[in-house]
């Protein structure tokens, strides 16, 4: 049964705490009424996802943009306590493995992710991966889906229904160094992150701080329509191919429909590649 989605606002305040009244005035309700004393992210949201739901659910977070910030700030919010999946190689780097073993992150290879589903846990997951970390701009909005079919397989082996969430303002937090992000350098970059899985390029987002990213920018997290999976222990590819081709249209009704949220998308048009 099709629900209406449900918007989620986050507002990245690292560097300073201004009152979210501004934005969006009376259209949200509190999560949090207050940010932490250190900073971060102060979310505002209007539940209507069931987290009573018995059949597991596989979250998937678009656009995943230079660093995910909002991904990973708004991936504990939906579900039953989901496990973020990440790239293979951040659990092969120093530290940042030890990091990810201790928030309980899964691998997104193949054998440790059929494993972790065999136990029927909600996941949050970013689709686009490597690929979309370097096709993030903040002048062009784009999503690398259309390749992208190993999810849906895993799904429906496994019986996982999909939530497709987008984040509008992602791909605005940081700006790409030039001439990183121009059609050659973008080939090239694509190419690398394909075969090596290394996604290359700098982005800045605080003038201050280019490592932080924008404060002043605003972004709204909307969240679409469950989609019911069946259970097929060998789907064929037409069926993959089936479901996919719903997948990428939920997505991109998602996308336009809501873009006129943000100011900065509300002419911007969806590329996927």
Not at 61 to 85: L, T
Not at 130 to 137: G, I, K, P, Q, Y
Request: charged share 25%; aromatic share 10%; proline share 8%.
């Amino acid at each position: 049964r099709n629900r209406r989605p449900h918007i989620t606002q986050t507002i990245w305040n690292s560097l300073h705490f201004p009152g979210p009244n501004d934005l969006f005035p009376g259209q949200l309700n509190k999560l949090h009424d207050k940010p932490s004393a250190r900073g971060g992210p102060h979310i505002e949201s209007r539940e209507t996802e069931d987290k009573s739901k018995a059949k597991p659910t596989m979250f998937c977070h678009h656009p995943h943009g230079v660093v995910a910030i909002n991904p990973c700030s708004m991936g504990s919010k939906f579900g039953r306590n989901p496990r973020a999946v990440v790239a293979p190689a951040c659990l092969k780097m120093p530290f940042c493995r030890q990091l990810m073993e201790c928030l309980g992150m899964v691998s997104s290879a193949g054998p440790a992710m059929k494993s972790f589903m065999k136990q029927g846990q909600d996941m949050a997951i970013i689709p686009g991966g490597v690929e979309e970390v370097v096709l993030a701009s903040s002048k062009v909005e784009r999503s690398y889906i259309l390749k992208r079919k190993g999810f849906i397989k895993y799904a429906l082996q496994n019986g996982y229904d999909l939530v497709p969430l987008y984040h509008l303002g992602e791909t605005s937090l940081f700006d790409v160094m030039y001439p990183l992000d121009t059609p050659t350098a973008l080939k090239v970059r694509l190419w690398l992150a394909k075969k090596v899985s290394l996604a290359t390029g700098i982005g800045f987002g605080w003038s201050f701080f280019p490592l932080v990213p924008k404060p002043d920018m605003k972004c709204v997290t909307v969240v679409g329509n469950r989609i019911a999976m069946p259970i097929v222990e060998e789907p064929s590819r037409e069926m993959v191919e089936q479901y996919h081709a719903a997948y990428v249209e939920a997505l991109k009704k998602l996308y336009y429909e809501h873009r006129e949220l943000h100011p900065l998308y509300r002419d911007r048009d969806l590329e996927l590649w």
